[in-house]
């Protein structure tokens, strides 16, 4: 039994958050974030998601 979400998942989370957030963001931490998160997932053979 997996009691954390997978990186995977979390990615998939932060994605799902954005579509639903009505506005974008000039914030440099959160595009840094987001960003990071677009490489591991890419690294990981999702480019999909990573997009």
Request: avoid cysteine.
């Amino acid at each position: 039994m997996q009691l954390y979400p997978s990186y995977r998942d979390r990615s998939r989370l932060t994605w799902l958050e954005g579509v639903f957030h009505d506005g974008s963001t000039g914030e440099p931490a959160e595009v840094h974030h987001l960003v990071e998160r677009a490489r591991h997932t890419s690294s990981e053979q999702d480019v999909d998601l990573a997009m």
